[in-house]
T-cell receptor, first 112, second 113 residues
């Protein structure tokens, strides 16, 4: 079965800190995604990547960057965390020709 | 306008009821459609794909109307365990192997005893 893991379940950071969220999948999927989920707003796409070193902006990329140096790993970076980035962050991956997305367990980030 | 729109609910229905959720999408290039289920404090998981001819999986029936850009999910004989948030998901093929999954904000269902 596909496994998507995220580096932390809960994270607390201070305003201005640089934050790294790591996501790893073990099924050789081409596509990987970062979403944030907020009450009333649903899942919003931040960035996605369809190949190593390739990235595309999603709906809300401001304040975020990503890195995909290896196929199995997709990192989300908050260069200078702000309180409005407090959220649940979900990573997902999917194979190119099938669209079933597999999600990681999520990281609940709190920025104080 | 959101790319994928759903009625947020909440839908509170008694056990055994039939309940229907609707979803509309704005991108006519959308190619694949899905319903995901998300339980409280858990990640979303695929419930079923949606095909143009309509498809059924036990008590769940999904329909797609490409002309109206509309997707539906029908749950018959609802169970307490069906309580969850149901997410409508649309996939667009951008180029090559690039695929984008866009999620609706979800419809919350509570099945009451």
């Amino acid at each position: 079965d596909v496994k998507v893991t995220q580096s932390s379940r809960y994270l607390v950071k201070r305003t201005g800190e640089k934050v790294f969220l790591e996501c790893v999948q073990d099924m050789d999927h081409e596509n990987m995604f970062w979403y944030r989920q907020d009450p009333g707003l649903g899942l919003r796409l931040i960035y996605f990547s369809y190949d190593v070193k390739m990235k595309e902006k999603g709906d809300i990329p401001e304040g975020y960057s990503v890195s995909r140096e290896k196929k199995e790993r997709f990192s989300l970076i908050l260069e200078s965390a702000s309180t409005n980035q407090t959220s649940m962050y979900l990573c997902a991956s999917s194979l190119g020709e099938t669209a079933r997305g597999f999600f990681g367990p999520g990281t609940r980030l709190t920025v104080l | 306008r959101k790319e994928v729109e759903q009625d947020p609910g909440p839908f509170n229905v008694p056990e055994g009821a039939t309940v229907a959720f609707n979803c509309t999408y704005s991108n006519s290039a959308s190619q694949s459609f899905f319903w995901y289920r998300q339980d409280c404090r858990k990640e979303p998981k695929l419930l079923m794909s949606v095909y143009s001819s309509g498809n059924e999986d036990g008590r769940f029936t999904a329909q797609l109307n490409r002309a109206s850009q509309y997707i539906s999910l029908l749950i018959r004989d609802s169970k307490l365990s069906d309580s969850a948030t149901y997410l409508c998901v649309v996939r667009v093929i951008l180029s090559g192997s690039a695929r984008q999954l866009t999620f609706g904000s979800g419809t919350q269902l509570t099945v009451l005893p």
